[in-house]
C-alpha cells in the first residue's frame, strides 16, 4: 500500500532507456510526493480481485496510462489482438473486464477514499498503541500509505501467530517466502538472488494485523493489548 522511491526508478529508468509498469494491485488511491501511484511511470496495472482495497466480486483488474499509443496497443491484447469484431491485428488473448464486475466496480468506487481513510486512521492507531514495543511501517514524508496491510516485525513469529490464534486474532504472512527463494526464479543469476539479504531477513519476521474498513477500535485495542502481554 507505500509507494517506493519512484525518482530514483524513474531516474534508473530514463538512463537506460527503461519502460517502468507500476505494480499498483494493492495501492489504489496510494500516493508519492502528490501523485497517485499508476500516474508517474508509463503505465500502472491494477488489481480488483475481491481482497484488495477496491475489489469486484470475482477476478479483474485494469491497466492506466496517458500514452495513446500503448492504451491502443493494451486494448488490442486484452481483446484478442482485435479493435473491431474478428479482425485480429496481433496474438493477443481475453482479459476484458465483464459489465457485471464494471458495474460493481462502479459503484465501490464511490466508497473508496472512505474506506482509505478509515484503513489509515486503524493504521495510526496501530502505530500510537504497538511503536516502540514492535518495529512498525515506516512512512517517508510525501507518501501516502494506503494499508492493504499493516504489517510488523517481530521476533518468535510462530509462536506469536499461535498466541494470538489462540485468543482468537487471525494473521497472515505476505508473503512467507521472498521472491528470491521461488524456483520460478531459479534460473536467475543466483549471485543477484543470493545477495537478497534484506528480503530474506524480513521473510521471517514480519506479519499481517488485521485491517479492513470495517474493523473497530475496541477490536484494535485488544489485538494491541494481546500482543504486549505476549
Not at 71 to 91: E, T, W, Y
Not at 123 to 148: S, W
Request: with cysteine.
Amino acid at each position: 500500500g507505500m509507494p517506493v522511491d519512484m525518482d530514483s526508478v524513474m531516474t534508473l529508468a530514463s538512463k537506460y532507456n527503461l519502460k517502468v509498469i507500476e505494480d499498483c494491485a494493492q495501492s489504489h488511491l496510494a500516493k508519492y510526493k502528490g501523485r497517485y501511484t499508476g500516474t508517474i511511470g508509463h503505465a500502472g496495472s491494477f488489481s480488483f480481485y475481491p481482497t484488495k482495497n477496491l475489489g469486484a466480486y470475482g477476478d479483474a483488474g485494469a491497466i492506466v496510462t496517458n500514452d495513446d499509443e500503448l492504451a491502443l496497443l493494451c486494448r488490442q491484447l486484452a481483446n484478442h489482438g482485435q479493435l473491431k469484431r474478428d479482425i485480429h491485428l496481433r496474438p493477443g488473448r481475453n482479459s476484458r473486464l465483464d459489465t457485471m464486475q464494471a458495474a460493481i466496480l462502479s459503484v465501490k468506487l464511490n466508497y473508496l477514499q472512505h474506506w482509505t481513510d478509515q484503513r489509515i486512521l486503524h493504521a495510526k492507531l496501530y502505530r500510537k498503541l504497538l511503536e516502540g514495543r514492535f518495529q512498525c511501517p515506516v512512512i517517508p514524508n510525501d507518501y501516502v500509505h494506503v494499508y492493504h496491510l499493516f504489517i510488523i516485525q517481530v521476533e518468535r513469529r510462530e509462536k506469536l501467530r499461535a498466541h494470538l490464534k489462540a485468543q482468537g486474532i487471525d494473521t497472515g504472512l505476505h508473503y512467507p517466502l521472498p521472491v528470491s527463494s521461488t524456483d520460478a526464479f531459479r534460473n536467475f543469476n543466483r549471485l543477484l538472488l543470493d545477495s537478497c539479504i534484506v528480503n530474506e531477513s524480513y521473510s521471517g519476521r514480519i506479519l499481517s494485523l488485521p485491517i479492513f474498513p470495517e474493523l473497530t477500535e475496541e477490536k484494535i485495542r485488544y489485538v494491541c493489548e494481546v500482543l504486549t502481554k505476549f
